[in-house]
């Protein structure tokens, strides 16, 4: 099976646990992996035969800028349930969001969630 990869799409959301997240914001970045076959859209080249980068990052978009959550695994979460029904061709979907710079002791890059979804 292939695989299409989009990685590091950045955003800035209004969540994190603490209340003061939640108001200023933090910066993600996220990374989907569809496992699809892509034969019938490389032979037609045909964008209907595969993943609209666009249609993905609008979905993403949508649950990165909408109601504020605490924790990174609902964002993930969501993110994966919204894209893996608006693309039923995909056989499987790996989701992670990472969170940049999170409020902690020390100096830390990211924080980040992985999530699948098989088919």
Not at 27 to 37: G, H, M, N
Not at 45 to 74: P, R, W
Request: aromatic share 10%; net charge negative; glycine share 6%.
């Amino acid at each position: 099976m292939d695989k299409l990869v989009l990685k590091g799409l950045k955003f800035r959301g209004l969540h994190g646990f603490f209340d003061e997240e939640r108001v200023e914001g933090n910066d993600f970045e996220v990374d989907v992996i569809f496992v699809i076959s892509l034969e019938e859209s490389a032979k037609k080249d045909d964008i209907s035969k595969t993943i609209d980068y666009s249609k993905a990052q609008e979905i993403i978009a949508s649950v990165i800028y909408g109601e504020s959550k605490k924790l990174i695994e609902t964002l993930t979460f969501l993110i994966g349930q919204k894209l893996y029904s608006f693309f039923p061709d995909v056989e499987s979907l790996e989701v992670k969001v990472r969170k940049m710079n999170p409020p902690m002791p020390g100096e830390t890059e990211y924080s980040e969630v992985t999530m699948s979804w098989p088919r």
